[in-house]
């Protein structure tokens, strides 16, 4: 956005208040907050690590309670909201639009919560805020307000902080698909309802889930692994190149083997512009006649990469155009088929390419991770024709040695 002329600002929220945050912070012994400036820390320095770096503002929603019970005063005023013993609810009956994102009627929606609260007008009623006894042991996370002593329901953190940095309208909300519901509906109908301007975002960027074995990664099902544990295997820009590749709305599952598929075909970028810096360092004699032919090629490749990236950022149709367009380059490289000219724009356009979706092709790359992959490929290669020869001992302590590093190595069948 910011390269095709965009002035951008990227606002993520940081839920810094929450009963899951309240009960580790318990059964830690820690006080919640400590304890959420820490994960907030590492989370900042994981982002560092992978070059996530536009993000203009990041906003606590204990730094904006003020805001929240504003917006909630004046969801009661319209009549949207009302309070109960136990807190402050959304009355979704009021809310015409409700499920408008996700497509669903109120009458289908049944079930919000496991335990109902039977003081709500209705069963799939939100909280807006959460009444609390002054004595309680989460004292951190308690602030007075209009209806008492509590805290905010998680919905409304988000649109009291929007509102306060967009106002009620802007263009884009991001987030996982399961967000959708009820989340994201919530938002929709808070401010919406206390604003009265619809819509209150132009476009929605819901991003498929990250699965292991067709499983979403997830804490509860252990098949997790951190951005720390990752990168001690694979560089930052592989792990980039593995979410480019697949589009940000689709699932994308995670495996050994798709990251090496990323690696290596980062490494197929950075041995072009090798190649092409060792062309244009020597005096070698390449042909002038296709020179007009690359240029009007070059032209319509960056066509096909922006055309790509302008609808919906489909990044894997963009990295389609530079690995065929890498193709073609090798080919005519090893023919010397290609003017010195040619090579130079060419270079120029993949460090643009790689400029916007992140990446420095115009650096070295780092071999110290080929070679690496190489030792790993030689390994399976001689333990396949030890599992040829039936030499199974000594296949098998390869196998679990690698294992041992993290390398899963499945076998088949050998008849």
Same mark, same amino acid.
């Given at each position: 956005?910011?390269?095709?002329?965009?002035?951008?600002?990227?606002?993520?929220?940081?839920?810094?208040?929450?009963?899951?945050?309240?009960?580790?912070?318990?059964?830690?012994?820690?006080?919640?907050?400590?304890?959420?400036?820490?994960?907030?820390?590492?989370?900042?320095?994981?982002?560092?690590?992978?070059?996530?770096?536009?993000?203009?503002?990041?906003?606590?929603?204990?730094?904006?309670?003020?805001?929240?019970?504003?917006?909630?005063?004046?969801?009661?005023?319209?009549?949207?909201?009302?309070?109960?013993?136990?807190?402050?609810?959304?009355?979704?009956?009021?809310?015409?639009?409700?499920?408008?994102?996700?497509?669903?009627?109120?009458?289908?929606?049944?079930?919000?919560?496991?335990?109902?609260?039977?003081?709500?007008?209705?069963?799939?009623?939100?909280?807006?805020?959460?009444? #609390?006894?002054?004595?309680?042991?989460? !004292? &951190?996370? *308690?602030?007075? $307000?209009?209806? +008492?002593?509590? =805290?905010?329901?998680?919905?409304?953190?988000?649109?009291?902080?929007?509102?306060?940095?967009?106002?009620?309208?802007?263009?884009?909300?991001?987030?996982?698909?399961?967000?959708?519901?009820?989340?994201?509906?919530?938002?929709?109908?808070?401010?919406?309802?206390?604003?009265?301007?619809?819509?209150?975002?132009?476009?929605?960027?819901?991003?498929?889930?990250?699965?292991?074995?067709?499983?979403?990664?997830?804490?509860?099902?252990?098949?997790?692994?951190?951005?720390?544990?990752?990168?001690?295997?694979?560089?930052?820009?592989?792990?980039?190149?593995?979410?480019?590749?697949?589009?940000? #709305?689709?699932?994308?599952?995670?495996? !050994? &083997?798709? *990251?090496?598929? $990323?690696?290596? +075909?980062?490494? =197929?970028?950075?041995?072009?512009?090798?190649?092409?810096?060792?062309?244009?360092?020597?005096?070698?004699?390449?042909?002038?006649?296709?020179?007009?032919?690359?240029?009007?090629?070059?032209?319509?490749?960056?066509?096909?990469?922006?055309?790509?990236?302008?609808?919906?950022?489909?990044?894997?149709?963009?990295?389609?155009?530079?690995?065929?367009?890498?193709?073609?380059?090798?080919?005519?490289?090893?023919?010397?088929?290609?003017?010195?000219?040619?090579?130079?724009?060419?270079?120029?356009?993949?460090?643009?390419?790689?400029?916007?979706?992140?990446?420095?092709?115009?650096?070295?790359?780092?071999?110290?991770?080929?070679?690496?992959?190489?030792?790993?490929?030689?390994?399976?290669?001689?333990?396949?024709?030890?599992?040829?020869?039936?030499?199974?001992?000594?296949?098998?302590?390869?196998?679990?040695?690698?294992?041992?590093?993290?390398?899963?190595?499945?076998?088949?069948?050998?008849?």
């Amino acid at each position: 956005m910011k390269y095709s002329g965009f002035t951008v600002f990227y606002l993520q929220n940081i839920t810094d208040l929450d009963d899951k945050i309240l009960k580790r912070a318990a059964e830690l012994g820690s006080s919640p907050l400590e304890l959420a400036r820490r994960y907030e820390e590492k989370y900042l320095h994981d982002m560092k690590v992978l070059g996530v770096e536009n993000v203009t503002i990041y906003a606590r929603a204990t730094e904006h309670i003020p805001e929240i019970i504003k917006q909630i005063e004046v969801l009661v005023k319209k009549d949207y909201a009302y309070e109960t013993d136990t807190g402050v609810y959304f009355d979704e009956s009021k809310f015409e639009d409700f499920g408008k994102l996700s497509n669903r009627n109120l009458e289908d929606l049944n079930v919000h919560r496991v335990d109902p609260d039977t003081s709500k007008k209705n069963h799939g009623d939100f909280a807006l805020w959460k009444k #609390r006894e002054k004595e309680s042991d989460d !004292q &951190e996370m *308690l602030w007075d $307000s209009p209806w +008492g002593t509590g =805290r905010p329901g998680w919905h409304i953190e988000d649109t009291a902080i929007t509102e306060t940095y967009f106002g009620p309208q802007y263009d884009i909300h991001g987030g996982g698909l399961d967000l959708i519901f009820p989340h994201h509906e919530a938002e929709i109908a808070q401010m919406e309802a206390a604003s009265g301007k619809k819509p209150m975002v132009q476009y929605w960027m819901h991003t498929g889930f990250l699965n292991v074995k067709g499983e979403k990664m997830s804490k509860s099902l252990g098949n997790f692994i951190t951005i720390n544990e990752l990168l001690q295997k694979y560089s930052p820009e592989v792990f980039r190149f593995f979410v480019l590749s697949t589009h940000y #709305r689709s699932p994308i599952d995670f495996s !050994q &083997e798709i *990251l090496h598929q $990323s690696h290596k +075909g980062l490494k =197929r970028i950075y041995k072009l512009m090798e190649t092409i810096d060792e062309l244009l360092d020597e005096d070698t004699k390449i042909s002038m006649k296709n020179d007009q032919e690359y240029i009007d090629k070059l032209i319509l490749v960056r066509e096909e990469f922006f055309d790509a990236m302008d609808n919906d950022f489909n990044t894997p149709i963009a990295f389609s155009s530079i690995f065929d367009l890498i193709r073609d380059v090798n080919r005519d490289i090893n023919k010397l088929n290609i003017s010195k000219n040619s090579l130079t724009k060419l270079k120029a356009l993949i460090i643009e390419f790689g400029f916007i979706l992140g990446f420095d092709f115009s650096m070295k790359h780092n071999k110290e991770y080929d070679l690496e992959e190489d030792l790993i490929e030689l390994l399976k290669d001689v333990r396949n024709k030890m599992r040829e020869k039936k030499e199974w001992e000594l296949s098998d302590e390869i196998r679990s040695r690698l294992k041992d590093m993290n390398i899963v190595i499945e076998d088949k069948s050998i008849k």
